[in-house]
């Protein structure tokens, strides 16, 4: 019985997956969707008079709503204090004296841009944070000679490496692994790092041997800028809760409260309560459909995490449950491109509930951890299905896909280099 209910989870697993990455269905439908069909293949009851009872309707819905109430809350507070750096104009200023700083180099301009924006994104990701610093720095980088590939590239990359640092999102990892703030803030680095490396060999090579050109393109108005008129001590206000957090362990909302605290302070804007409240309604506006990603999430970590499909799964999953180093390298080096198109190693779809059934089977949750940040680290760069992908390619006029053949194999690289490192370290 438990082989034909194997094969019943594993076939509708495989048909969400397709509908997924052919876009027929969206992430956020697909994943309770999953859920409740896998829940019914294990024979979980839908209701029970029985408290004790694990249930459709109690466990997997309703508990597993809340599952990622710490990503949420991360993910929304982090909107916020990217919101409140954006209104109170320390974004543009930090985005034009990197400009003024660079001149008219080519290069100079992309690595200053490169590093000051993973600094932005490690306060605040997003679309919208995406879209903001994308018309200010890419229209720059088309003017100093780059191709508006390479521009779009640059500034994917550096979300790539803002997002491995966000406090917003660090809560993803609490959440799904149920380790702490300071173990997942400790390895930051040993995923972080290699991105880094491989994301200036990009930019030095493409710059040097395929991005440059020139192009007429309208830069940023006085208008759009303008805002960028705060004193410099205000310039370090996107990593006060980045420290917090990463040198003292503080919990994620109380640094992103603090950080915005700090950034009132030191740009002393004319209405702060203005400031924040308008932030606030605008940060939860773009982070929104992330949310609701993360219910999704949550229900489906509910569901195969309950006793019932775990059970059924085990056979399956035990597998690929890495034995060695060289294991750890093969097989999360070798599928990593399954982060991409929702695949079953992307944290924002069926690569939560993945990872859990391997750490239920025994794998080290630190050890998944560093591997599923590392795979990631694909997604979040060259995933057609992101949509700062999408916002990037049509407003450089590029083509999607192209980008992703352009990122696929150095992010790839970057993740064999990140594993060969954390297995002397983890095993």
Request: aromatic share 8%.
């Amino acid at each position: 019985m438990e082989t034909i209910q194997l094969i019943g989870i594993l076939a509708v697993f495989l048909i969400l997956v397709g509908l997924m990455m052919t876009r027929k269905i969206p992430t956020i439908l697909a994943l309770p969707i999953l859920a409740i069909a896998i829940s019914f293949i294990a024979g979980i009851r839908f209701v029970s008079s029985d408290p004790e009872q694990f249930t459709i309707v109690k466990d997997v819905l309703e508990s597993g709503s809340m599952r990622m109430s710490t990503a949420i809350s991360g993910l929304i507070f982090g909107a916020l204090f990217g919101k409140v750096l954006s209104k109170v104009g320390v974004t543009e200023t930090i985005i034009k004296k990197a400009a003024e700083m660079a001149g008219d180099r080519a290069l100079s301009i992309a690595l200053s841009f490169l590093a000051v924006c993973s600094i932005i994104f490690a306060a605040s990701n997003g679309l919208g944070m995406v879209i903001l610093v994308g018309t200010i720095i890419i229209p720059i980088m088309i003017s100093a000679g780059l191709s508006p590939m390479v521009s779009g590239i640059i500034l994917l990359l550096a979300n790539g490496i803002g997002v491995t640092f966000s406090v917003g999102t660090l809560g993803v990892y609490i959440d799904v692994l149920g380790l702490p703030l300071s173990t997942v803030t400790t390895y930051s680095w040993l995923v972080g790092i290699p991105l880094i490396i491989v994301a200036i060999l990009m930019v030095v090579y493409y710059v040097k041997f395929q991005g440059k050109q020139r192009k007429a393109w309208a830069m940023p108005s006085e208008k759009a800028i303008r805002r960028g008129q705060v004193r410099s001590i205000a310039l370090i206000s996107p990593v006060i809760p980045v420290v917090l957090v990463f040198a003292f362990n503080m919990p994620l909302v109380a640094a992103i409260i603090i950080g915005i605290i700090g950034t009132l302070i030191l740009s002393t804007p004319k209405k702060p309560i203005h400031v924040v409240s308008s932030a606030f309604i605008e940060g939860i506006q773009d982070v929104a459909g992330a949310a609701s990603l993360m219910i999704g999430i949550g229900i489906l970590l509910n569901a195969v995490m309950s006793p019932e499909v775990s059970t059924i799964l085990q056979p399956a999953i035990s597998f690929l449950i890495p034995s060695n180093q060289f294991m750890f390298i093969l097989i999360f080096g070798l599928l990593s491109p399954l982060a991409i198109y929702r695949g079953p190693l992307n944290v924002w779809g069926l690569g939560s509930g993945i990872i859990s059934l391997l750490v239920a089977g025994g794998m080290n949750p630190i050890t998944a951890m560093v591997a599923l940040r590392l795979n990631s680290n694909v997604q979040a760069v060259c995933d057609p299905t992101n949509s700062h992908n999408v916002w990037v390619s049509d407003f450089t006029k590029t083509d999607v896909n192209e980008v992703l053949k352009k990122t696929i194999v150095w992010i790839t690289v970057s993740t064999f280099i990140g594993l060969i490192v954390a297995s002397f370290i983890l095993y």
